[in-house]
Nanobody, 127 residues
Framework: QVQLVESGGGLVQAGASLRLSCAASGRSIATSAMGWFRQAPGKEREFVAGINWQGDHIYYSDSVKGRFNISRDIAKNTVYLRMNSLKPEDTAVYYC????????????????????WGQGTQVTVSS
């Protein structure tokens, strides 16, 4: 059974940094594509960042490009999201997700192609 467990969220002031972690079990991140999504109250879940199984395809949403960085540690089977220069509009529950669908390269920002999700971690940025 595949499990994804996020951690690292919290309450920070604008301009601060946080690093989220997503520990995977039951499936190697070296053979799956991983994505980070977020969902703010009253809004749809939106794509934030993604990395493929080889680590050579990385994508970011326009709203976080240049501020967020996705990385992974194969040995720990963990994916990270480093978030810098946080803004109040980054406030949301952040989820990691996993898929082995090869169309991830073109559809990485579509939640429906991911087959496993974590429980989410809350990030709150105060102004």
């Amino acid at each position: 059974q595949v499990q994804l467990v996020e951690s690292g969220g919290g309450l920070v002031q604008a301009g601060a940094s946080l690093r989220l972690s997503c520990a995977a079990s039951g499936r190697s991140i070296a053979t799956s594509a991983m994505g980070w999504f977020r969902q703010a109250p009253g809004k749809e879940r939106e794509f934030v960042a993604g990395i493929n199984w080889q680590g050579d395809h990385i994508y970011y949403s326009d709203s976080v490009k240049g501020r967020f960085n996705i990385s992974r540690d194969i040995a720990k089977n963990t994916v990270y999201l480093r978030m810098n220069s946080l803004k109040p509009e980054d406030t949301a529950v952040y989820y990691c997700a996993s898929t082995i669908k090869t169309r991830w390269v073109t559809d990485h920002d579509i939640p429906a192609i991911y087959d496993y999700w974590g429980q989410g971690t809350q990030v709150t940025v105060s102004s």
